[in-house]
């Protein structure tokens, strides 16, 4: 399996982009031009799978190209915690969050032509008790405003995480051992 087709990356995220890259993957970015609203009743692992598949059909790519999508969401106690609005929504949340354990989910899904591969990798966050003054300031360092669950355990929100058991890059929003393992399904060896 020694194959390296072209590689898109169906996101715009600079997170992702970066994680991709240590991987030491050439690939080209996209876009994907998809409604993100949660469709009513639907929960955080449906939601973040039915997205990264979605991604994953949403970008034109060559043929035989090879696309990687993925949607993350933070799950506290089964309720889909988004993109802050503003930054007292921001700090609606990090006060939620605070000394509790919560599940980030992130839907992967892998392209080749028609073939689809997809899975969703869950890992659990455990933030430390945060104080009005930390939250305070954590939110006006703006980190926390484009981040699902209003933070980045990979930034400066790291000082708000006790805890991760599971893959910390599926937290920064792309589990990179998810990637390559589905890539191999489909005949594609990124790493070795």
């Known amino acids: 399996m020694t194959e390296r087709p072209h590689v898109v990356l169906a996101s715009g995220s600079p997170r992702r982009r970066e994680l991709l890259t240590q991987l030491g993957v050439v690939f080209t970015t996209a876009s994907p031009d998809v409604d993100e609203t ?20 949403a970008v034109d790519v ?6 990687v999508a993925a949607d993350t969401t933070v799950d506290l106690g089964g309720e889909i ?18 000394a509790r354990t919560h599940r980030v989910h992130t839907g992967v ?10 899975e969703v990798i869950t890992t659990l966050v455990t933030f430390t008790p945060l104080t009005p003054a930390l939250i305070d300031w954590y939110v006006s360092t ?9 933070y980045a355990v990979q930034g400066a929100g790291g000082v708000l995480v006790q805890r991760v058991h599971g893959s910390v890059s599926n937290v920064v929003g792309l589990p990179l051992h998810s990637v390559a393992r589905l890539a191999e399904q489909l005949g594609v060896a990124l790493v070795g």
């Open 142 to 150: 703006g980190e926390p405003l484009d981040k699902a669950g209003a």
């Open 109 to 118: 899904a892998l392209r080749r032509g028609e073939e689809l591969v997809s």
């Open 38 to 57: 949660p469709h009513p009743g639907e929960g955080p692992v449906g939601y973040v799978h039915r997205l990264a598949i979605a991604k994953a059909f």
């Open 62 to 67: 060559p043929p035989g190209a090879l696309v």
């Open 81 to 98: 915690l988004g993109k802050p609005e503003d930054a007292d929504d921001a700090r609606t949340m990090l006060g939620r969050l605070s």
